[in-house]
């Protein structure tokens, strides 16, 4: 089946550093979804890209899909306290459906202040 | 709307028992999904509704696990005959088909479960 890959597993970075998750399917995906999920909570989606190369930006969070429509990464830049948690990237399973997710093991971010 | 509801948030049950938990979606949402999250992995599948119609179930699941979404609103996942194994983080989702299409799920804040 579908197989979501995530690197690293961990991240420890100092405030203000920059951070970059990397995330790679064994297939070629429709779309890529992203997720954050902070600690003890639940995850709580962030974006998503459909088209190839596509590059979108939220404030200090830029995500980018590559050409290949098989992976994907996030990076941060200047991390802040508040980045703490863990990232997942997602993709449709296989079988032809857009809605039925399969997530990565996720990075974990923690922020040292 | 406030969201995904689910409920309880926690529940403690020894082996053996039967436990049920329920998931009420965004209303204007037609697909509803569970998934199992475990500690430091990511949620994995278990099953997914399209308004009443369960349209996939992951072969993962056992015959212990049975999920419901009578009328297409809200959702119930029981697990019969519990054990040690089911122990985790059950997590109901839904989603909508939209123009464009909008493929993000709304998670709601889970069931931990755990079996004694």
């Known amino acids: 089946g579908q197989q979501v890959m995530q690197i690293p597993q961990y991240q420890h970075v100092q405030e203000g550093e920059d951070f970059t998750t990397y995330c790679n399917s064994s297939?070629?995906?429709?779309?890529i979804q992203w997720y954050k999920q902070r600690p003890g909570g639940h995850p709580v989606f962030l974006i998503q890209?459909?088209?190839?190369?596509e590059v979108k930006k939220q404030k200090r969070l830029t995500f980018q899909f590559g050409e290949a429509k098989k992976n994907s990464s996030l990076h941060i830049t200047a991390t802040q306290t508040t980045d703490v948690g863990t990232y997942f990237c997602a993709g449709p399973g296989s079988g032809g459906s857009n809605y039925k997710l399969t997530f990565g093991k996720g990075t974990l971010l923690t922020v040292n202040p | 709307d406030t969201g995904v509801s689910q409920d309880p948030r926690h529940k403690i049950t020894k082996r053996g028992q039967n436990v049920t938990f329920r998931c009420d979606p965004i209303s204007e949402h037609n697909r509803l999904y569970w998934y199992r999250q475990t500690l430091g992995q990511g949620p994995e599948f278990l099953t997914y509704f399209q308004n009443e119609a369960q349209l996939e179930k992951s072969r993962l699941l056992s015959d212990r696990f049975s999920a419901e979404r009578p009328k297409g609103s809200f959702s119930t996942l029981e697990i019969q005959r519990t054990e040690q194994g089911d122990s985790a983080m059950y997590l109901c989702?839904?989603?909508?088909?939209?123009?464009?299409?909008?493929?993000?799920?709304?998670f709601g804040s889970g069931t931990r479960l755990t079996v004694v």
């Open positions: 989702a839904s989603s909508s088909t939209g123009t464009p299409p909008n493929y993000g799920y709304t």
């Open positions: 297939t070629t995906l429709s779309n």
């Open positions: 890209l459909v088209k190839s190369g």
